[in-house]
């Protein structure tokens, strides 16, 4: 079934420890983006890449870094993770920069 | 901040009912308007784009826009059980190479049966 695939589903993470959360799609999406989602703060952009090879700061973007080395992948990686960083992780993709975006399951991340 | 603002809700109706789901926004460039439908624990799931004045209808879903007011709306028409859930406007930002959508933080709906 084409569509996003996140991983992991969840994860429980003892601060200071480096994660990657991954995102593939299948559509051959040209753009991708990254989301937290947090009670009362709605989704909020960390990065994006409007196509491959390229990557931008979104909202939130302090403490994630990401790359986009091919079309369908486009993993976030927390260097040392803090507690500020528990939060529900969506990735996410659209045709081009300006279209409509598709969301992903979902990471739910809990750092401790 | 370019903000986006939704009240929080919840919004209760009765089944059967047209459901009106509001949005504000402050940046007046802004071009697309979208609204997610998000069930508890789920992803969002886009239901309507709208990037021009009036009205856009796809099936039981209306999107409204009024750009001189800053204002975006849902329609649900013949509301149903199934339709409650959080419902998110999000707004394109427009600027140079940035193409950041703007959410707001969502209204939840409950429609009782």
């Known amino acids: 079934i084409a569509g996003i695939t996140q991983a992991p589903t969840s994860q429980i993470l003892a601060a200071g420890r480096r994660m990657t959360l991954r995102c593939t799609q299948d559509?051959?999406?040209?753009?991708m983006y990254w989301y937290r989602q947090d009670l009362g703060l709605g989704l909020r952009l960390i990065h994006y890449?409007?196509?491959?090879?390229?990557?931008g700061k979104g909202e939130v973007p302090d403490g994630y870094s990401v790359s986009r080395a091919n079309t369908d992948d486009f993993p976030l990686t927390l260097a040392s993770a803090v507690p500020s960083q528990t939060s529900v992780y969506f990735c996410?993709?659209?045709?081009?920069?300006?279209?409509?975006?598709?969301f992903g399951d979902g990471t739910r991340l809990s750092i401790l | 901040q370019k903000e986006v603002e939704q009240n929080s809700g919840p919004l209760s109706v009765p089944e059967g009912a047209i459901a009106s789901l509001n949005c504000t926004y402050s940046?007046?460039?802004?071009?697309?308007f979208f609204w997610y439908r998000q069930y508890s624990g789920k992803s969002p799931e886009l239901i309507m784009f709208?990037?021009?004045?009036g009205d856009k209808e796809d099936g039981r879903f209306t999107a409204q826009l009024n750009k001189a007011s800053q204002y975006v709306s849902l329609l649900i028409r013949d509301s149903q059980p199934s339709d409650s859930a959080t419902y998110l406007c999000?707004?394109?930002?427009?600027?140079?190479?940035?193409?950041?959508?703007?959410f707001g933080t969502g209204t939840l709906l409950a429609v009782q049966p």
């Open positions: 999000a707004v394109k930002e427009y600027g140079g190479a940035t193409n950041k959508l703007i």
């Open positions: 559509m051959r999406h040209n753009a």
């Open positions: 940046d007046r460039g802004s071009q697309s």
């Open positions: 890449s409007n196509t491959a090879g390229t990557t």
């Open positions: 996410a993709s659209s045709v081009a920069w300006d279209q409509p975006q598709h």
């Open positions: 709208i990037y021009s004045n």
